[in-house]
């Protein structure tokens, strides 16, 4: 069957169910052929299911595939390949210990006289780096494990590439990238486009949707509730689409209430693994009922700074104090119990055990605390009733205590564990990242969540490479550079432009510290007073 079509893809009433899960229910979707096509919706609506059929790892219970307006079905990634469509997945399909060129040529490899061309691929590679604007041609001889994630990224691309896609699907490309790593990528999408090829862009940021799509999809509950151009709507209008409400982005001012030093930090110094020094003579402190926020470009020392704290890097040099009591080298297992929650930077390696149930995994952090645990023995029925608390509170899907942790999709993954964290009870929350790759209604949920604990007194570090999150949810905002921290700031009256100047390590003139923020305002009250 075919029909004749300028679009790149058609998909026609496509059904998928899992079990009594119906995880697509008669979507009709349609890409344009040299356009961008954003697909956005709530965790667990659907969109990536969609797209791996699209890209052969599912098979459609019901409807059809039309590539270039003829009927295709496909029994797996290597049929959707040859139909020119590529999967760019959110967590990479990268072989680390390997190198970029052996990445990009891995199952199609270049030959001559039975051996591998590597000359040949080599010409290739820096040929289509060349038509798109990609710098990757000076790291084919660099180990994937030593690249930034954003030039991995571009691997990923250029593979996809190699292997002759016309339509490329992009899952989630933004949610580990910076701001200018995000300026890169749309500028790469643009040259894809003008050169003919046709992307389907899945995200949860509105912003992005808007500013790199030519048409919008939304999916809710496993169906297309619209399909509008990206020049006729609003933010507003998606997000409402997207949960069924209206959705509110600002956060209402409060008053901070902040009591005695829950967390200080003095002096630390930490190094990596290769003896390289990534915290350097750190200091800051976070009080009761205040949110402290580190901004800065990844891999500036946040992440070690904040493991450090949580107990799962060694220290240097340096104090840490928790309610005035010295932690420095207390264990991990024992800052849990004392009352220190850590949502993880990266879920799937230190937030949850992707082969275990749900159940399991919100036994992790709990096992030696009662009502979970007595005396070494595991009470199963409270862990289960914890689990199935956490669902439902956190809107986790599918709702499932024991479905097992990997069949999630990356959103539903982080609300989990978000969820396990805030349950803890703790007095401080070390938040890395906690609306990475969470949909709009679930990151104003977990919001919420955030302030109502500094309400009820206790503190929360905050880590996230969202500036508008960062500075709307933080009372005080740390800036780290090269390991620093360069200037703590007034998140109220910093622009994103400074800010962006001191995560690159220059200081801006305009920006006034947080002391010379406070002399002002008492000098204000001082003369309103005389008057």
């Not at 590439?161 to 910076?178: K, M």
């Amino acid at each position: 069957m075919s029909e004749t079509s300028s679009n790149a893809v058609r998909l026609s009433e496509i059904t998928k169910r899992f079990g009594d899960i119906v995880a697509n229910d008669s979507v009709d979707f349609t890409l344009r052929k040299g356009t961008v096509h954003a697909l956005i919706g709530e965790n667990g609506a659907g969109k990536t299911t969609l797209m791996n059929i699209l890209h052969g790892l599912y098979t459609p219970d019901e409807g059809t595939v039309y590539i270039d307006g003829n009927s295709r079905s496909f029994d797996s990634p290597q049929d959707a390949i040859e139909a020119e469509i590529g999967m760019i997945h959110q967590h990479f399909m990268l072989v680390d210990s390997m190198t970029v060129l052996q990445n990009i040529i891995l199952g199609h490899e270049p030959s001559s006289g039975g051996l591998v061309d590597t000359n040949a691929a080599r010409e290739r590679i820096k040929e289509l780096c060349s038509i798109y604007g990609f710098d990757v041609d000076q790291e084919l001889d660099t180990k994937i494990e030593e690249l930034s994630v954003g030039t991995q990224q571009r691997v990923e691309i250029l593979k996809t590439l190699f292997r002759g896609a016309s339509t490329l699907i992009l899952d989630e490309p933004t949610a580990v990238l910076t701001p200018q790593e995000v300026e890169e990528l749309f500028g790469m999408m643009e040259k894809l486009t003008e050169q003919g090829h046709s992307i389907i862009f899945i995200t949860h940021k509105l912003d992005e949707a808007l500013r790199a799509a030519d048409d919008i999809s939304v999916l809710r509950d496993g169906e297309i509730v619209a399909t509008v151009s990206a020049n006729d709507t609003t933010r507003k209008d998606l997000a409402r689409m997207m949960v069924g409400r209206d959705v509110l982005f600002e956060i209402d001012s409060r008053s901070v209430e902040t009591g005695k030093k829950v967390l200080d930090i003095d002096s630390l110094r930490v190094t990596d693994n290769r003896d390289v020094e990534q915290v350097n003579l750190v200091n800051f402190s976070v009080k009761q009922g205040e949110i402290f926020g580190i901004a800065g470009v990844e891999g500036n020392g946040q992440l070690e700074l904040i493991e450090a704290i949580a107990g799962l890097q060694p220290v240097d040099s340096g104090r840490i104090l928790f309610s005035d009591e010295n932690i420095t080298d207390m264990p991990r297992r024992r800052r849990i119990e004392s009352g220190i929650a850590y949502i993880p930077a990266d879920r799937q390696k230190r937030g949850i055990v992707l082969d275990y149930s749900l159940s399991k995994n919100a036994l992790l952090g709990n096992q030696t605390i009662e009502p979970f645990a007595d005396n070494g023995i595991i009470d199963w029925d409270e862990v289960q009733s914890h689990a199935d608390k956490i669902i439902d509170e956190f809107s986790v899907k599918p709702p499932n205590a024991n479905a097992v942790s990997s069949s999630l999709s990356g959103g539903n993954q982080q609300k989990f564990i978000v969820g396990r964290e805030l349950e803890h009870d703790p007095d401080l929350v070390i938040a890395a990242f906690p609306t990475r790759g969470v949909d709009i209604g679930s990151t104003e949920f977990i919001h919420n969540q955030l302030l109502e604990i500094c309400q009820e007194g206790k503190a929360v570090l905050l880590v996230s490479s969202k500036l508008d999150e960062v500075q709307k949810l933080s009372d005080r905002l740390g800036v780290m550079f090269e390991g620093k921290i360069v200037d703590i700031v007034d998140p109220d009256s910093v622009t994103e432009e400074d800010l962006g100047l001191m995560m690159a390590g220059r200081q801006p003139t305009t920006v006034k510290s947080l002391d010379e923020r406070k002399q002002e305002k008492a000098n204000d009250t001082s003369e309103f007073k005389n008057e």
